[in-house]
């Protein structure tokens, strides 16, 4: 193989003629080779990075600090970056890869291909400090590329939500006329519709939905121009008063300068905040598929209110047997999401003084959970809820046995003489409806239109009968 020699403070080192990483990546490579989970597994962070780049070059013609043809071939360089041109190139791994080795591969890789687009080799006037690196240091550049990378992932969340809201709501609309047992503590509770259960699902992922939007808007916020601490030292001057203008120039969408600049590059509040949004959503498609994964259980000895779509086989032994595969692996993907949120709280603690973070826990599993959990509720939607069918009759026949429609005679004679209608219903096996008859409570009218579920389910319906049959309370 081919190799190049690189000089750096600490000495020189041999790398890989066709590397685009420098000295500085490679020491950071031999150091921490502690697995496989490199920065290369985080394009949406090396994008930001890069995307940052390509804003500060900018910046620095404009100011008169940069040469416009650096400049120009830094900008085409960046930008094969962003557009993932180089995986395989950001060897560092992530457990050590935030901060300075993330900042040095981008500014290496960078200024290797620049040079290489400019005059035909890797070693070139173009220098990944002195120029890629201008007027910036990794404390300001960081913490400005997490801006980018949560506004990119919540945007793939906030699609998912949609899209998981939306199949809850068509269901709810296929099943409005499915009545069924509503339970509480895993007892029969009172009826409601399937419809009115999905749809309660699809009703939280659109609130959830609406939170995202509202945090993603948040995080416009740019800490490039504090350099190391915030003061700007080695900022040539006239930087700061163009940098917001260039990045919103680059990310296509407005960005503002950090009114305390030692606080954004100090904080550590915003990730926790923004990924507890995410958590929040996780746990509700958890709830959905643990709830579906009950009432679909059987399919003879379950609730089997509704089935699922088959996707594999249960069992190697039981023949026939068909597992609620879908749901279960969205329990261990939503699980990932509340791990993950205890490592990014432990990984915003890492920074000490004008440090926010030094690690790149945080951003590392910002990224995973929004990915994991748009992942993970596309494919429940697609392979398991847009296929749920509803066992109509099963669900009528168990409402119209449940004893907790003694309900209605405890809502007009009271709490005991409901126990006594409910325990009738239990001893004789028959239907609350059959023990209010035979109770003689009630004349039969009453009887038929306080026990038919269909009015059970309807809140202004159950209202006009409680008006109706009022005189007969004894409560």
């Given at each position: ?51 940052c780049k390509i804003a500060c ?313 929004c990915d994991l959990l748009s ?101």
């Open positions: 193989m081919s190799m190049r020699i690189e000089h750096d403070g600490l000495g020189e080192l041999e790398l890989p003629e066709n590397a685009y990483y420098g000295i500085v990546s490679e020491r950071n490579r031999r150091a921490f080779d502690v697995g496989p989970l490199t920065l290369d597994n985080y394009p949406s962070y090396i994008r930001a990075v890069a995307l070059a900018r910046a620095n013609v404009e100011i008169g600090a940069l040469d416009s043809e650096k400049a120009k071939y830094i900008e085409m360089a960046a930008r094969e970056v962003a557009d993932g041109k180089f995986k395989g190139e950001f060897v560092v791994n992530i457990y050590r890869g935030s901060g300075t080795p993330t900042n040095m591969i981008v500014n290496e890789v960078v200024a290797h291909r620049a040079n290489e687009l400019m005059v035909g080799s890797k070693t070139g006037p173009i220098h990944p400090n002195t120029h890629v690196n201008m007027c910036q240091s990794t404390n300001d550049l960081i913490p400005t590329a997490k801006e980018m990378v949560v506004y990119d992932e919540l945007g793939k969340v906030i699609e998912a939500a949609g899209y998981f809201a939306e199949a809850f709501e068509k269901k709810a609309e296929e099943f409005a006329d499915v009545i069924k047992m509503g339970r509480t503590c895993l007892q029969d509770a009172v009826p409601l519709t399937l419809g009115q259960e999905f749809g309660a699902y699809g009703h939280a992922a659109r609130r959830l939905e609406k939170r995202l939007k509202i945090e993603r808007e948040h995080w416009n916020k740019s800490c490039l121009g504090g350099t190391a601490v915030g003061t700007g030292m080695s900022c040539l001057p006239g930087f700061r008063a163009v940098i917001a203008e260039k990045l919103t120039e680059v990310c296509g969408r407005p960005i503002e300068t950090e009114e305390d600049l030692f606080d954004g590059m100090m904080a550590t509040d915003g990730l926790v905040i923004a990924h507890a949004h995410v958590q929040a959503l996780a746990t509700l498609v958890w709830k959905a598929a643990r709830d579906i994964r009950l009432l679909g259980s059987g399919p003879r000895a379950g609730f089997g209110e509704i089935n699922l779509p088959a996707v594999a086989p249960g069992s190697s032994i039981k023949p026939g047997k068909v597992n609620p595969v879908i749901p279960e692996m969205v329990f261990l993907t939503t699980d990932r999401v509340s791990a993950n949120h205890t490592g990014l709280v432990m990984g915003v603690l890492s920074g000490w003084l004008e440090l926010g973070t030094s690690s790149g826990i945080p951003v590392k599993s910002f990224i995973e959970s992942r993970s509720m596309k494919v429940f939607v697609d392979k398991c809820v847009s296929g749920i069918t509803a066992n109509r009759e099963h669900c009528l026949e168990m409402t119209e046995m449940s004893t907790s429609l003694a309900t209605m005679v405890s809502t007009l004679f009271g709490y005991e003489v409901g126990t006594k209608i409910a325990h009738a219903a239990i001893d004789e096996n028959i239907t609350c409806k059959e023990a209010a008859r035979r109770s003689g409570l009630l004349p039969e009218e009453a009887v038929e239109e306080l026990f038919d579920v269909k009015n059970l389910v309807d809140p202004d319906r159950m209202e006009e009968l409680f008006k109706k049959y009022q005189n007969f309370r004894k409560v």
